[in-house]
């Protein structure tokens, strides 16, 4: 069974950082494409970024690019979001994904919380 484990989420000021991680087991981690998607409150869920199984291909939203990092550690089988200078509009759940291409969503975790604070 693929689960997807997001930890990190919480509150932070505005221009400030937190980093997301989200550790996978039930599948070949290093064989999918791995993502961060997220849903603000009375919003639809929104791509955010995305990291390649070969190659080393990231692809972010316009929203988050300069702002925003994803990596993945596949010895530890783990995706990381480092998000830099937060705005209260990245106030949002935010889902680690894996899956196919540059928009994984096969698989998701349960979501992990992130307020930003004006």
């Known amino acids: 069974q693929v689960q997807l484990v997001e930890s990190g989420g919480g509150l932070v000021q505005t221009g400030g950082s937190l980093r997301l991680s989200c550790a996978a087991s039930g599948l070949p981690f290093s064989i999918y494409s791995v993502g961060w998607f997220r849903q603000a409150p009375g919003k639809e869920r929104e791509f955010v970024a995305a990291f390649g199984w070969s190659g080393g291909y990231t692809y972010y939203a316009d929203s988050v690019k300069g702002r925003f990092t994803i990596s993945r550690d596949n010895a530890k089988n783990t995706v990381y979001l480092q998000m830099n200078s937060l705005k209260p509009d990245d106030t949002a759940v935010y889902y680690c994904?894996?899956?196919?291409?540059?928009?994984?969503?096969?698989?998701w975790g349960q979501g992990t919380q992130v307020t930003v604070s004006s």
């Open positions: 994904t894996a899956g196919r291409g540059s928009r994984p969503n096969d698989y």
